[in-house]
Structures are given as structure tokens and as C-alpha cells.
């Protein structure tokens, strides 16, 4: 999958209209809901969009800040009992699913 970022995104986004930005916003989340990887289910049960004004919605966890590592990867850590923070040497890899549901093609 390639990914390209169009400078102008927004301006598209602002001539749709509330509507279509609505459903483009649902898209969205129905796709990042098919994409989330499932351990407990916690992240893809937090997984919502919602409008935040009339210009801008905002698709994704409203409570689970670990979503980005999911998303981005992460080294594994743990915190021993003198409360030190011990790197591992091993690393979670990428498991995206807000960037391929963001940025797919889609028709409106």
C-alpha cells in the first residue's frame, strides 16, 4: 500500500459539506473496526467518531492511549519491583489499522 498526502486535503474536506463528511467519518471508523487487532477488545470497543465542530469530525479512541502504539509499533518495557523501568530489547511491530482505514480511496 502506498500512501500519499495531498497538501490541499483539507480545502476537499471543507467543500463536501457535513454530510458527506459525516459518512466519509463513518467509513472510516467501520474500516478501522475491521482493521483493529483484538487482544482483550478494550481498543476496538473504544473506537468512535464523532463531530467536534461544523468544519471537523474526529474517527478513533476516545480513551485508550495506547492506541498510537498499537498503531506505530513499540519496544517492550516493564517496571521491576524497585519501580525502574527495564528495557527489553524486543520490540511490538506496527500493527496499523487508523492509517490504512484513513487513508483509503473512497468515493462520494
Known amino acids: ?22 459518512q466519509v467519518s463513518r ?21 468512535t467518531w464523532g463531530r467536534t465542530d461544523d468544519t471537523t469530525t474526529r474517527v478513533g479512541s476516545t480513551d485508550k492511549d495506547y492506541s498510537v502504539y498499537v498503531e506505530e509499533g513499540h519496544e517492550i518495557v516493564y517496571v521491576n519491583t524497585s519501580g525502574v523501568k527495564v528495557r527489553t530489547g524486543r520490540f511490538q511491530p506496527p500493527q496499523p489499522y487508523m492509517k490504512p482505514a484513513l487513508f483509503r480511496e473512497r468515493s462520494l
Open 1 to 22: 500500500m502506498r500512501i500519499v498526502e495531498e497538501r490541499d486535503w483539507h480545502d476537499h474536506v471543507l467543500k463536501i459539506g457535513q454530510d458527506k463528511q459525516d
Open 27 to 47: 467509513n472510516v471508523l467501520t474500516d478501522m473496526h475491521v482493521l483493529v487487532p483484538i487482544d482483550t477488545g478494550a481498543l476496538d470497543e473504544s473506537l
